[in-house]
């Protein structure tokens, strides 16, 4: 079955960093979705997105749609020790009884 | 709410026992789903149901069974269970947003499962 790529797999950054991370898919998404997961936690839901190139903010976090439907980024500003977790990215088609299509993870660690 | 919750949180299987794990939400959602989250690989879907007595296949199905008797519960059963089993299972549900038909799902907190 199909996965996204989310790059990169793991960073580790200091606290007060800025962060950035992708997402890209060799099919096309009409919603993305970006998911936190805390160690063992299920993920929790932090931003969707629902039209291509469409930027959403929450909080610190802003993620951004492609204009291609094919690849999403989330960045995190200035980042605090309970960002530490592992964040996913999921690729949803609606009509498809909303499965989503999860990508590999990217785990983040934050030092002091 | 007690939101998505999932019994067992843990559990220990001997290689061909069987065993069913639970998943209850009290959020009248519709579709509920069932996941396998293995290290390195994200989540992968086992099988899902789009409404009370329905069940289909998702990705990863062999070796699996589900039941949604009610519209609460989703049940996931190992008939035979066998070491590449052994995972972190979590159950989702999920409902349509008004006005975008687009359903945004929550999950349990994971069933960690061990086959011996």
């Known amino acids: 079955g199909q996965q996204l790529n989310q790059s990169p797999q793991s960073m580790f950054i200091q606290e007060g960093e800025d962060v950035s991370m992708n997402c890209t898919s060799s099919?096309?998404?009409?919603?993305w979705l970006w998911y936190k997961q805390d160690p063992g936690e299920g993920p929790v839901l932090l931003i969707a997105l629902y039209k291509a190139g469409e930027l959403t903010s929450n909080g610190r976090l802003t993620a951004q749609f492609g204009i291609t439907r094919k690849d999403s980024f989330l960045n995190i500003s200035a980042s605090i020790p309970s960002d530490v977790g592992i964040y996913f990215c999921?690729?949803?088609?609606?009509?498809?009884?909303?499965?989503?299509?999860f990508g590999t993870g990217t785990r983040l660690q934050v030092t002091l | 709410n007690a939101g998505v919750t999932q019994t067992p949180k843990f559990r220990v299987l001997k290689t061909g026992q069987s065993m069913t794990l639970l998943c209850a939400q009290d959020?009248?959602?519709?579709?509920m789903y069932w996941y396998r989250q293995d290290p390195g690989m994200g989540l992968r879907l086992i099988h899902y149901s789009v409404g009370e007595g329905t069940t289909a296949k998702g990705e990863v199905p062999d070796g699996y069974n589900v039941s949604r008797l009610k519209k609460q519960n989703f049940l996931l059963g190992l008939e035979s269970a066998a070491p590449s089993q052994t995972s972190v299972y979590f159950c989702?549900?999920?409902?349509?947003?008004?006005?975008?038909?687009?359903?945004?799902?929550?999950f349990g907190p994971g069933t960690r499962l061990t086959v011996t």
């Open positions: 999921a690729g949803l088609n609606t009509g498809t009884a909303s499965k989503l299509t």
């Open positions: 959020m009248n959602h519709e579709y």
């Open positions: 099919s096309i998404f009409n919603t």
């Open positions: 989702a549900s999920s409902y349509s947003i008004s006005g975008t038909g687009v359903l945004e799902q929550y």
